[in-house]
């Protein structure tokens, strides 16, 4: 089972982005929708992460390309897809200037928006996966159960209980919520996190997830977050499980 990807539709025309929520919707994905810059970058604030943001330029107040210009300021590497009425060759060279990922422009083929959101996430997951030597970019906070993970300055906040996270477990917490809810075996875990070949003993990688436990869990020993699969690998689930039923 894989998560459901969220996208975030940014958009004033409220019939439009009800119309690309309820297609979006039928696809499978989570859909949130801002009417305007200001909402649209306290939703991505917010505590759940998003997959990928539809973005309309002409929005009342801030414009499409301040959001986006915004969202790159703030480190925020979450695919853009412009999806505006301006057709000029200078207007989409502005979108990418700030940011923007991809340019479709209105009135847009639905099949086409669908396919090149799916596109633009699969890119990204592909990006993320490999690892290739840049970090692993997230919200720059995140909650897992009770604890609060600030990715800026890798403190957890268990319930009041402070814990500070190495870079190294940060990385692999990282690259757990990149991959939520897919199964990841442990060879993969050293080659692109510890970015070593999976020759050395994957012990190590099971300490660093029983760090990572003592941390997030409740109940370490019976862990709703952090699973392993076993003769596998670990899988992460963000929303917990009841380790009953995934035994
Ligand atoms: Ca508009």
């Not at 089972?1 to 979006?24: C, R």
């Not at 301006?86 to 083929?109: C, I, M, N, S, W």
């Not at 403190?155 to 919520?177: D, P, W």
């Amino acid at each position: 089972m894989t998560a459901k990807k969220s996208v975030l539709i940014v958009e004033d025309e409220h019939h439009l982005a009800v119309g690309i929520k309820y297609n979006l919707e039928a696809e499978g994905f989570q859909v949130t929708t801002a009417g305007d810059g200001p909402s649209a970058l306290q939703c991505i604030q917010d505590k759940t992460p998003i997959d990928l943001i539809i973005l309309d330029l002409m929005l009342p107040g801030m414009s499409g390309y301040a959001v986006c210009e915004k969202l790159r300021e703030m480190n925020i590497d979450v695919p853009v897809l412009i999806l505006s009425a301006r057709t000029l060759t200078e207007d989409r060279t502005r979108g990418f200037d700030v940011g923007a990922d991809q340019y479709l422009t209105k009135p847009f083929d639905l099949d086409e928006l669908l396919s090149r959101v799916r596109n633009l996430l699969l890119m990204y997951d592909r990006r993320t996966k490999r690892g290739n030597g840049q970090p692993i970019s997230s919200p720059p906070q995140y909650q897992i159960a009770n604890c609060e993970v600030d990715f800026a300055t890798y403190e957890v906040n268990a319930g009041g209980k402070k814990a500070k996270l190495t870079q190294l477990e940060m990385k692999l917490l990282q690259y757990f919520i990149h991959n939520e809810g897919r199964v990841i075996p442990r060879d993969e875990l050293l080659e692109n996190v510890w970015e070593m070949p999976a020759t050395i003993t994957t012990r190590a990688v099971d300490q660093f997830i029983r760090r990572l436990r003592k941390i997030f869990e409740p109940n370490p020993s019976s862990p709703r977050h952090f699973l392993t699969i076993r003769d596998v690998g670990y899988r992460f689930v963000t929303a917990g499980v009841d380790p009953e039923l995934d035994a």
